[in-house]
């Protein structure tokens, strides 16, 4: 073949025929040989691959048009590839490290790739990269589902993914898979655990209030009231509701020296400590999560209010250690179990996408109360 019939070729996508031709061999050798199979001898194969660089051979767009004839005759091939999507500081904040971890845990040695989307960033399927336009994608796992239903649910509608699998971690959401912790039982332990310390009014601390909806999370204050309500104890007048906003409940927020802290931090840490002023029946905090329960820490520290000599604190998630002076985690705080929920979301997916398991499912995954240092009898 003359160079300008090589020319000719790299105006259009050049297909296996072509390699075939130029290499003067037959269609199914080259396909053979570009997947390196043992049936085509090694100096054959190196030709062929010789060729298929020469003449500007871009597999992806093969794979693309043989998914598409496949799907066309109701055959889905699997491209061994899921999206998911996770905060952009995924990686720096040890709660969603950890997911992240056991999702590539199970996904990696199966062969599976991950692209990774940022759900703060990408509000329209039209924000995605083109994979999920050429319909490459096999199945989505997501972070916080609940808050970027619109994105999925037109994902889930577009033509291109029509029928994807779903795999929501943590909130559970309808239409798809759940793989979530129990964080009602881990509410429960955790108000059994200090009503047995004699604790009687418990302060929850929940997201801001949003008009028209109970304070979240509804299914964590469930399970506090029914320690309550076990123990005698009336919940609508012991359990008080506190609500923070995110400069409490982000890790990569925490500020140990009140002097580096946000003013919004500041005021978040004076309405706490008016609160436990008007209310001094109050002695021992339920906290959102680890980083929460650290910046109470700090605050009732800084007012001279000893943890947990006057106020018992727990946290939520076993991910950020309040250190000791040996460096021992002195939190007392729910365990959740984060890398195995990340990696039995990972077998969902896989499981969805190969047809083993025919149906959504939900896993509920069981959780343990880490009693450390900052519980105590209450005063």
């Known amino acids: 073949m003359d160079a300008s019939s090589r020319r000719t070729i790299r105006t259009k996508d050049v297909t296996l025929q072509d390699i075939a031709n130029h290499c003067g061999v037959c269609k199914a050798t080259v396909s053979l040989a570009l997947r390196e199979s043992p049936l085509i001898s090694p100096p054959t194969t190196a030709r062929i691959h010789a060729a298929a660089k020469e003449l500007g051979y871009r597999p992806a767009l093969q794979n ?90 037109s994902l889930c509608e577009d033509s291109q993914l029509a029928e994807r699998p779903l795999v929501s971690m943590v909130l559970p959401m309808p239409g798809c898979s759940n793989v979530m912790p129990d964080v ?81 931090a500041r005021e978040q840490g004076a309405r706490l400590l008016a609160y436990l002023c008007a209310h001094p029946e109050v002695t021992a905090i339920l906290s959102l999560n680890d980083a929460n329960a650290l910046n109470a820490w700090y605050t009732l520290e800084e007012a001279g209010i000893r943890v947990p000599e006057e106020i018992s604190i727990i946290g939520f998630d076993d991910t950020d250690p309040m250190p000791g002076d040996r460096g021992k985690n002195l939190l007392t705080t729910v365990h959740l179990p ?8 990972a077998k969902l997916i896989m499981q969805r996408i190969t047809g083993e398991l025919p149906e959504d499912e939900e896993q509920v995954l069981p959780v343990h109360l880490a009693v450390r240092h900052s519980t105590a009898a209450a005063r």
């Not at 123990?231 to 509701?241: E, R, S, V």
């Open 64 to 153: 693309l048009a043989r998914r598409l004839a496949l799907r066309k005759q109701g055959v889905e091939l699997i491209n061994h590839l899921i999206a998911l999507f996770l905060p952009l500081y995924a990686t720096q904040a040890n709660y969603y490290y950890s997911i992240f971890r056991g999702i590539i845990d199970v996904l990696t040695p199966a062969g599976f790739a991950v692209v990774t989307i940022d759900t703060f960033q990408r509000t329209s399927k039209h924000d995605l990269p083109h994979i999920f336009r050429g319909g490459e994608i096999d199945g989505i796992i997501a972070m916080q589902a609940p808050f970027i239903a619109p994105l999925l649910e």
């Open 338 to 345: 984060l890398f195995e929920v990340g990696q039995h979301a």
């Open 184 to 264: 009602r039982d881990g509410a429960y332990q955790s108000a059994r655990h200090l009503l047995e310390l004699g604790h009687r009014h418990l302060l929850h601390c929940v997201f801001p209030e949003v008009p028209g909806q109970e304070p979240q999370p509804t299914n964590r204050l469930e399970g506090a009231r029914q320690a309550m309500r076990e123990a005698g104890i009336d919940p609508t007048t012991h359990l008080h509701i506190f609500h923070i906003d995110g400069c409490w409940y982000s890790p990569d927020l925490l500020q140990a020296n009140p002097e580096g802290q946000s003013p919004q």
